[in-house]
């Protein structure tokens, strides 16, 4: 992995202006986070920046403007706000990543997806093939949509309300007026039309033909666009859950304890209570534990993880090593000099995080749009009511062209598709080991047309294997790997297990070694089958 320095990008230049991530709750379109965003930014010298996909906001903010006031305003607007949790010891950080992989949301979207889905799918085939029609089909269609619309479409309904009494629309608003209005129209016409009359039969045809309203039901259209929409949430939740779990997978590289010196003795103690100035302990096949300095012993160190360089690189005293890196030597003593969120690894995972928070030009065009997508479909929706009242003067044409305004209008895919693409292409790429510095960064790369790679590792598996054999005139090839391969397969070096891996598959199982010795940064030595034998350098 080719990694730049990972630092946080500020949002401003300005020193006299503070920063702050909010998470926001509530939050179920882009119509909402455009929301929150435009009333964050119309306070006094405040800029900042609300991503759907993630859930947060980034802001910028003056002196005169505390926290608590940026939170009561996100609160006013019908929202949630509040400042992330600081960061937790180690054992609780790894249990709190456990329970956000099996978050009880998307297990309750899931439920309720599964159950809708089971209910919508007989009303909508009862309503399109006629000849599974029956005396009185239409009240069980009315029975297995009510659950669906009431219960199942309950979060939009829930939400649309919340937007309602602050003056605003999102895209909730949509499914909800347009669900009820075809569960409203279907109920009129059951109980006070035509409808429910035993033997009544729904066609299904093509072409747009005018029927008769009192005997016109939309259950299907009610019970199937609400299972639609709980299918689009629930996907937009597992993607974000899948690229959530590439920053906590970046994040247990690390080392989980470490032994650390006191007097002169060794204690093991969780990571998370290393403090800069500490010494401690790495043994060969090791993970070093943070950022330090080698105060004493030599190694060398597969930093593969870091650089995708393969080649382990030699270090001793004095020289300075990186946290989850793995010690493929000898034994080194290392002074820690940065801990915690000061760490590489941790800046990488804020660099992966800072990526998916960010907002590309075309992130920033589908928000702008989504804040007035819905009032516009609104009025879009009404003027179409009455123009075919007018035009018509039939209610059934103009209320059918009206509904079909507002579910089509339904899906925000304007508004999800963007930001979750974003998010999934950056937790994607930490997986792949490729870290995206921001997400105007991937939306850039579709100019490239020269890519320029300074390393071998940027490219390559970053696993050696043995490739030829040149033995000396006079020794047998097979003999010579054998009993190289039989050393080397003690030592723990990424050069030795290529060498032991070529030789186990070119000649067969390699025979025990004996009096084996690591020489730091020189190689390994011991006997084999009689015959005293030498790996490394001369």
């Not at 305003?73 to 956000?100: D, H, I, N, S």
């Not at 009404?382 to 059918?400: I, N, P, Q, S, Y």
């Not at 690591?518 to 390994?524: I, S, T």
Request: hydrophobic share 45%; with cysteine; net charge negative.
């Amino acid at each position: 992995m080719n990694t730049p320095a990972a630092t946080q990008t500020p949002m401003t230049d300005r020193p006299d202006l503070a920063e702050v991530e909010l998470l926001i709750g509530g939050m179920t379109c882009a119509s909402c986070a455009a929301r929150v965003e435009k009333k964050l930014n119309r306070m006094d010298g405040v800029t900042a920046t609300v991503n759907f996909a993630t859930e947060k906001a980034r802001v910028a903010h003056p002196a005169g403007v505390s926290v608590a006031d940026l939170i009561a305003t996100v609160v006013k607007t019908g929202y949630t706000a509040e400042e992330p949790p600081p960061p937790q010891p180690e054992p609780e950080a790894r249990t709190a990543g456990r329970q956000a992989s099996q978050d009880p949301e998307p297990a309750s979207l899931r439920q309720r997806l599964t159950v809708s889905a089971l209910l919508a799918v007989p009303v909508v085939l009862l309503a399109m093939v006629p000849v599974l029609q029956f005396d009185n089909w239409q009240w069980l269609s009315l029975t297995l949509a009510a659950p669906v619309v009431v219960w199942g479409g309950l979060p939009f309904h829930r939400a649309a309300l919340t937007n309602a009494r602050h003056g605003a629309a999102t895209m909730d608003t949509l499914v909800s007026i347009g669900t009820l209005a075809a569960f409203g129209w279907s109920l009129w016409a059951l109980f006070l039309g035509d409808a429910g009359m035993p033997g009544m039969r729904h066609g299904f045809d093509f072409a747009v033909s005018r029927t008769d309203a009192a005997s016109t039901i939309y259950l299907e259209v009610a019970a199937g666009v609400v299972a639609f929409i709980l299918l689009g949430r629930y996907l937009e939740a597992r993607s974000k859950r899948r690229a959530g779990a590439a920053l906590r997978a970046l994040l247990e590289l690390g080392a989980k304890d470490v032994a650390v010196l006191r007097g002169g003795t060794e204690v093991r103690i969780p990571v998370s209570a290393l403090t800069v100035g500490d010494r401690f302990v790495v043994r060969p096949g090791e993970k070093v534990a943070t950022d330090g300095t080698v105060v004493e012993g030599t190694s060398a160190v597969d930093a593969s993880m870091l650089t995708g360089e393969s080649v382990p690189v030699d270090v001793g005293v004095g020289d300075t090593v990186t946290g989850a890196t793995v010690n493929a030597g000898g034994r080194l003593v290392v002074e820690a000099t940065r801990v915690g969120a000061d760490t590489q690894l941790a800046r990488m995972a804020q660099l992966v995080e800072d990526a998916q928070n960010g907002k590309a030009e075309v992130q920033r065009l589908a928000d702008r749009i989504s804040a007035v997508f819905v009032p516009v479909v609104l009025v879009i929706a009404l003027g179409t009511l009455l123009a075919w009242l007018f035009a018509t003067g039939d209610a059934t044409a103009a209320f059918t062209a009206a509904v079909a305004v507002l579910i089509i209008a339904c899906p925000c895919a304007l508004g999800l598709a963007t930001p979750t693409a974003l998010m999934v292409g950056t937790g994607r790429g930490a997986q792949l080991g490729i870290l995206i510095k921001g997400p105007e960064v991937l939306e850039s790369t579709r100019r490239v047309d020269t890519v320029v790679l300074d390393k071998t590792g940027t490219v390559t598996t970053g696993r050696m294997t043995l490739q030829e054999v040149y033995a000396a005139e006079g020794t047998d090839e097979k003999q010579l790997l054998r009993l190289a391969g039989a050393l080397e397969h003690a030592s723990e070096h990424p050069i030795a297990r290529a060498v032991a891996a070529g030789a186990e598959e070119r000649v067969g199982p390699l025979p025990p070694v004996e009096q084996f010795e690591n020489v730091p940064g020189r190689g390994v030595r011991g006997r084999v089958e009689g015959h005293d034998v030498a790996a490394g350098r001369l």
